[in-house]
């Protein structure tokens, strides 16, 4: 982003230098693609791949050399990485079915191999030891990109929510951006005023090879890079499962249900992966002993997902749900309605606020609720503060100790070891850049135009301290997305989901069956993950409940006869 932390296109990492970033491809695997591509001759000077295409092939180069460049063609022209023999061109975006925003050029006569996108998704889902080495090399790419800002271009100012807004979108989606502030870019209003652009039309988002968007809704930009996944396999009418949420616990059951035969409909709100997909590092997830970040586990999951036929849906909001005669039906904010046999709600739930003056000024633009290497670019070196004593904060204090000269762990409690994992709380005091601050609270927001400190209060010391940071990042508390529910469906004192025994017979009226373990008080609607009251908040434990949650479906629609010749296979 520039003006307030600004991803700068140009030097830096490049993609092909670096050892790993762009790996050359041994014989062996250069023959399993064989398989899947064609091979053809190209020209020096040939594109292989232009920004805005909305599909574009894998390219191995089998021979000869080429450049990937941001803004081929047209003036400023940066050239981002060289690549040569037996090294692959491609990005995430292939993936997830982003619009090119960057063009590769041939740069010498030679023979590439070429890997259609839905053939790349079979070599994703049948070839492990491929799909692991370009999945892997993809998010190196990803994360490079993302520090150089070769993508979108969002012009707004920090003062505007709607410019907030965006931020949070491009941000939760994982996309590429620079971000250009009216407040401190002399570029922004260049660039304003070169397209005549009058100050209602603002914030705006300029496209590479694609159309300029003012002041977009979050699925105007998703339909306009081609990733709001509004297209799938199934037809109009009604599909067997509907999971509201893209999280882990969303994720993990769309993916068992659409592989145990099961017409799967996945809508979230937001962004594939939750608030788990901006976790920097998950490292107490099962078979993965050197963790693994939340972007990759998204990334993982939605490809799952897309192996097994799910539609997925995106910036799609649930609005309301209705029942009748077995079959429910949400509508969304798009205007679309879906129907299903039955639902599993997986809306998770999202970090409280402080109640503090000016917070919602500085929301965006210094206040942060995920430490992603987006808002750690805004912050730089600078030191920055976490309030909260939970995994989520202490997750991002070690990843923002990584770049950020100071780290300030500021916590109500006593000590961290209260409901922090002891994995975190030991790397915690053993980082020289994290201060731990119990008993203390954040009083007042300090800065004129950005944050530039916090008033602190300690139960122990009489009177306020004032920290110097550029970035407060809030990870405290919790409140379940389940608005759009209108109270239709039991919950407990604070809001959150219950299931199962835990449902009080009040609640339950003249039903006939009793609600299942993870079945709401309406049957055939399920709840998992952090929504559900009593849940364990753990990515393991989410996504435990998501494929636990699918064998309770089965069961649900085979007591009311619908399962018709879906039947649950043995177990994996």
């Not at 061109?89 to 925003?101: F, N, P, S, V």
């Not at 005669?325 to 599993?344: E, K, Y």
């Not at 379940?480 to 009040?506: H, K, M, N, V, Y």
Request: hydrophobic share 45%; with cysteine.
């Amino acid at each position: 982003m520039a003006g307030e932390g600004a991803h700068v296109a140009g030097g830096g990492d490049s993609l092909a230098s670096a050892p790993g970033r762009s790996p050359a491809l041994d014989a062996g695997q250069l023959e399993v693609l064989r398989r899947y591509g064609t091979e053809r001759d190209v020209a020096a000077g040939e594109v292989l791949f232009a920004d805005g295409d909305e599909t574009y092939d894998l390219i191995v180069m089998l021979d000869g050399t080429a450049e990937i460049i941001q803004g081929y063609g047209r003036p400023g022209a940066t050239h981002i990485a060289a690549y040569g023999r037996s090294q692959f061109l491609g990005e995430i975006g292939m993936l997830t079915g982003q619009r090119a925003y960057l063009t590769a050029v041939a740069t010498s006569a030679g023979r590439v191999l070429a890997v259609p996108v839905a053939q790349l998704r079979i070599v994703m889902a049948h070839e492990p030891g491929l799909s692991d080495l370009i999945l892997r090399t993809f998010l190196l790419r990803h994360s490079i990109l993302m520090r150089r800002g070769a993508g979108l271009t969002l012009i707004g100012s920090r003062f505007d929510p709607d410019t907030r807004r965006l931020l949070e979108v491009l941000a939760r989606n994982r996309l590429v951006w620079t971000w250009l502030d009216l407040e401190a870019s002399p570029e922004a209003e260049a660039i304003v005023r070169g397209l005549d652009l009058p100050v209602a039309d603002l914030p705006v988002v300029i496209i590479p090879g694609g159309p300029l968007l003012r002041n977009p809704g979050g699925r105007a930009l998703l339909d306009a890079l081609g990733i709001s996944g509004t297209e799938g396999p199934y037809p109009a009418g009604v599909c067997d499962l509907l999971v509201v949420g893209g999280g882990p616990a969303g994720l993990a059951a769309s993916v068992y249900g659409a592989s145990e035969g099961l017409a799967t409909v996945l809508a979230e709100d937001t962004a594939l992966g939750g608030q788990a997909g901006t976790t920097s590092r998950i490292e107490n997830l099962l078979g993965f002993p050197a963790g693994l970040s939340g972007e990759e586990l998204a990334a993982r999951a939605t490809l799952q997902a897309q192996k097994f036929g799910v539609r997925i849906k995106q910036a799609a909001r649930a609005m309301s749900l209705s029942s009748a005669d077995g079959l429910h039906q949400v509508s969304f904010d798009d205007g679309d309605t879906v129907a299903a046999r039955s639902v599993i709600i997986a809306t998770g739930a999202q970090y409280n606020r402080l109640p503090l003056d000016r917070l919602a000024e500085f929301e965006g633009v210094g206040v942060y609720y995920a430490a992603t290497q987006a808002e750690a670019q805004a912050c730089g070196p600078n030191p920055v503060a976490v309030v909260g004593g939970g995994n989520s904060a202490g997750q991002a204090a070690l990843f923002l100790s990584r770049s950020s000269a100071e780290v300030h762990v500021i916590l109500r409690g006593e000590s961290l070891q209260t409901s922090m994992s002891r994995y975190l709380t030991d790397r915690i005091e053993q980082d020289p850049r994290i201060t731990v601050w119990p008993r203390t609270e954040v009083t007042e927001l300090t800065g004129a135009g950005r944050l530039q400190g916090v008033r602190i209060g300690r139960a122990s010391h009489p009177g306020e301290s004032e920290l110097a940071i550029h970035g407060l990042f809030i990870f405290i508390g919790a409140q379940p997305r389940t608005g759009w529910l209108a109270g239709q469906l039991a919950e407990d004192s604070r809001g959150f989901l219950l299931t199962g025994t835990g449902i009080p017979a009040t609640a339950l009226g003249d039903q006939a069956a009793a609600p299942l373990f993870l079945e709401t008080s309406r049957p055939g609607i399920f709840a998992v993950g952090d929504v559900r009251s009593g849940s364990v908040k753990r990515a393991a434990a989410a996504i435990g409940e998501g494929s636990m949650a699918v064998r309770l479906v089965f069961d649900r629609l085979k007591s009311t006869g619908s399962t018709h010749a879906i039947e649950l296979g043995p177990p994996a």
